[in-house]
């Protein structure tokens, strides 16, 4: 069971690099095509669209190593002033319950994969490229956003500290 949560562990940790790598070429991209722009000339037509895919797959890629690390945007005002006990079984309950939506999204992005291989779905713009190359993410991040936050509804780390809001 440890070598499969190291090899878990690092799945999410390359998810995280590549969202790292994506978020500089966003910047190079940017960058490449506003001097060309300036010079006058016309940007490549895969710059804009590498530009538009790598901003989803970041944020689809990024996301549950986000969650691992509690770096989701979240208001502990009310946490902070609960007792422990009822902090913790708050803290539990939004777990559970993003675990549930996470689950519906994930299913939902398997449905429309399934749909856009069925169907041989095209984004046609610069290029044809298959749709199911982008949608993929969809229940790949979200199942693994619903493993994360099972992590904090289950095991021994919470969610929400009480800290935040109140102490600072």
């Known amino acids: 069971m440890t070598r499969a949560l190291k090899l878990y562990d690092g799945l999410l940790s390359a998810f995280a690099l590549i969202a790292g790598a994506l978020l500089v070429w966003l910047m190079v991209s940017i960058l490449i095509s506003v001097t060309m722009r300036n010079l006058g000339l016309q940007p490549f037509p895969w ?34 002033m609960l007792p422990a006990r009822a902090q913790a079984w708050l803290s539990r309950a939004v777990a559970a319950a993003c675990v549930a939506v996470c689950l519906l999204l994930a299913y939902a992005g398997y449905e429309l994969v399934r749909q856009d291989i069925a169907r041989s779905n095209f984004d046609v713009r610069a290029y044809f490229t298959p749709k199911w190359w982008l949608t993929v ?32």
């Open 137 to 168: 993410a969809f229940p790949v991040s979200f199942g693994l956003m619903a493993l994360e936050f099972a992590r904090f509804a289950v095991g021994p780390a919470r969610m929400h500290s009480g800290e935040a809001g109140i102490h600072e």
């Open 47 to 80: 710059l804009f669209l590498s530009g538009e895919y790598g901003l989803f797959y970041l944020t689809m890629l990024g996301a549950p190593w986000l969650v691992r690390k509690r770096g989701h945007v979240h208001v502990e005002l009310v946490t902070a």
